[in-house]
């Protein structure tokens, strides 16, 4: 309807030689405060200086203007044109455009037709993938659905620290204190030998020297019996992680590792200093910021081995030689906000980037209700043991309702349900915010949860099992309140994939998908479909909940359930 009103409005403008495009007029179309005021209102504050008139006086003659058959009324209040919509022509409408256009419905009007690489997720080799590795892994996939769904071509990219101190202080401790246990490909038991050795270096700072030297032996390959164990202990993490991407639904185009980009990275440094772009500090090699007020960021260190900084600088040249996009974009934890900045600064000046070119966006910690969660002090939430936990939860939930099912079913439905749940209670939040996760307020299967969703939508299916036969003809009669807030929140869709496209935010899909599935629920309760007078429009009405909920929770990276 907004889209109607923008292209009636387009025509009018452009006979004023005023050139709008229907993408602007879209912007200044607003939803009045109470219903009494109108569906629509469309000031005209911003034409007064283009047409050199009075705003009232441009409002009363575009309202003129107007096909009033189109509407159930339009009215001039100041300088603002108020549209009544017809009620029944537009729930008709919607219901038949979602169902016409089914997965399509949504998509801006104009594909965007860019490609973007997108890089996320990130777990670290020898250290745990835990549950604050599901937000920034769930952000990622949702909003490269996003950029997908406005018609962009995107690359998912994965980069993953395989080398470095931590693994240094991960084979330090294995060999020093874990050499007669056999390696094995367990999240829970890789975790635990990362954090023996931040624990025992903390009580005894002299062992620091043995972990330097193995750091060392490793970036300088010199140490065969030392790299076949980094090389094993390397694939035993990655093989870890196939699974939990799998059932987080995500996917990657190409995945990094820190050590393919290590020799490239002492290049570009020694470069750096060689052109005195970088400079010696003590030894180290560093870009120094403090003049911008982003202090020093440090490349090499005095020994010679390369820092993540450098590594950065070396992905993000490899990145964009590789795939030559239009935008490049990195999700990554609110703490490394400050090197990011300085990573782009740098890029600038190698001229390797531009403004809003190579780009990152940051997302806040997950925190429990005990504090904030380390991979360093194992107090964290381990994937695995998390999943497990809430599954074990979900698959109660299942049998208190006293369902027969298979085993297989059983698993099927309650992985699904711990995921939606998971998902939803990381993405319905703004990125920046931080998360304190609570595990009942995630699975409540009535409150503002990933559960709830899920439930509307098989409560929605249930109603289409019922009926017999859909007659494609539809007939309204006198369409009561919660079928119109249905159809009307319904039609809010495409506005909403365009605000969360262009705000990067999957937040707002994800509080949409919510308000969407109470206005279903308000209508289920009040409303009844099967031998209703309005039987055919409802089961319709219905149909095109359960498409619109199905595009929604897509784009979170969502699996829906027509039985819960």
């Given at each position: 309807m907004k889209e109607f009103i923008a292209k009636l409005i387009k025509k009018i403008l452009d006979g004023k030689k005023v050139h709008l495009t229907e993408e602007e007029i879209l912007k200044l179309i607003?939803?009045?405060p109470s219903a009494e005021m109108g569906d629509y209102s469309f000031p005209c504050f911003s034409l007064a200086s283009k047409l050199k008139q009075n705003p009232n006086h441009i409002a009363v003659e575009i309202k003129n203007k107007l096909p009033a058959k189109d509407f159930e009324e339009i009215r001039v209040v100041g300088a603002y044109v108020n549209f009544f919509i017809d009620k029944n022509k537009f729930s008709k409408d919607i219901v038949s455009e979602i169902l016409k256009k089914k997965n399509n419905f949504g998509k801006p009007i104009r594909k965007e037709n860019k490609k973007i690489v997108v890089e996320f997720s990130q777990p670290n080799t020898h250290k745990a993938f835990h549950v604050g590795h599901i937000r920034g892994t769930s952000l990622g996939e949702s909003i490269s659905r996003i950029l997908e769904f406005c018609g962009n071509k995107v690359i998912r990219a994965n980069y993953s620290g395989d080398t470095g101190m931590h693994v240094a202080k991960w084979i330090w401790c294995y060999k020093k204190y874990h050499s007669k246990e056999k390696l094995k490909n367990d999240e829970s038991w890789i975790a635990s030998i990362y954090v023996n050795a931040v624990r025992r270096l903390a009580e005894n700072e002299k062992l620091q020297e043995e972990v330097n030297e193995i750091n060392r032996k490793l970036e300088n390959k010199e140490d065969k019996k030392l790299n076949e164990l980094w090389k094993k202990t390397r694939k035993l993490s990655i093989d870890s992680w196939k699974k939990i991407y799998k059932e987080l639904n995500t996917k990657f185009d190409d995945c990094f590792f820190e050590s393919e980009v290590e020799k490239k990275a002492k290049e570009i440094s020694l470069e750096l200093l060689k052109k005195n772009i970088a400079k010696r500090d003590q030894g180290a090699i560093i870009m120094d910021f403090k003049d911008s007020g982003m202090g020093v960021w440090i490349l090499l260190r005095s020994d010679g081995t390369v820092l993540y900084s450098a590594?950065?600088?070396?992905?993000?040249?490899?990145?964009?030689?590789?795939?030559?996009?239009?935008?490049?974009?990195?999700?990554?934890?609110?703490?490394?906000?400050?090197h990011f900045e300085q990573l782009v600064k740098t890029l600038e000046i190698m001229k390797l980037a531009k403004k809003d070119f190579y780009d990152f966006m940051t997302f806040?910690?997950?925190?429990l209700p005990t504090g904030k969660m380390s991979s360093r002090t194992?107090?964290?939430?381990?994937?695995?043991?998390?999943?497990?936990?809430i599954e074990k939860h979900v698959k109660n939930e299942i049998k208190k309702r006293g369902e027969k099912?298979?085993?297989?079913?059983?698993?099927?439905?309650?992985?699904?349900?711990?995921?939606?749940s998971i998902k939803y209670s990381m993405l319905k939040q703004g990125a920046n915010k931080n998360i304190i996760f609570d595990k009942n307020e995630a699975l409540n299967f009535e409150g503002d949860s990933g559960a709830y969703l899920l439930y509307s939508y098989?409560?929605?299916?249930?109603?289409?099992?019922?009926?017999?036969k859909i007659n494609s003809k539809i007939k309204i009669e006198n369409l009561g309140e919660k079928?119109?807030?249905?159809?009307k929140i319904l039609s809010k869709f495409p506005?909403?994939?365009s605000n969360s496209r262009n705000g990067k935010s999957p937040s707002v899909i994800a509080n949409y998908s919510h308000e969407l599935a109470q206005k279903f629920n308000e209508f289920y309760h009040a409303c009844p479909v099967i031998n209703s007078e309005n039987e055919s429009f409802r089961i319709k009405l219905v149909q095109s909940f359960m498409q619109v909920m199905e595009n929604s929770l897509n784009l979170l990276g969502i699996n829906l359930l027509k039985r819960m």
């Open positions: 607003e939803i009045p590594k950065d600088l070396a992905l993000a040249e490899k990145k964009i030689k590789k795939y030559k996009a239009d935008e490049y974009l990195v999700m990554v934890a609110d703490e490394q906000r400050l806040g910690l997950v925190r194992g107090d964290n939430i381990l994937y695995s043991d998390f999943m497990n936990e099912i298979s085993e297989k079913d059983l698993k099927n439905r309650a992985l699904n349900i711990s995921i939606a098989a409560r929605a299916n249930s109603i289409l099992k019922k009926t017999k079928e119109i807030n249905l159809a506005e909403v994939v």
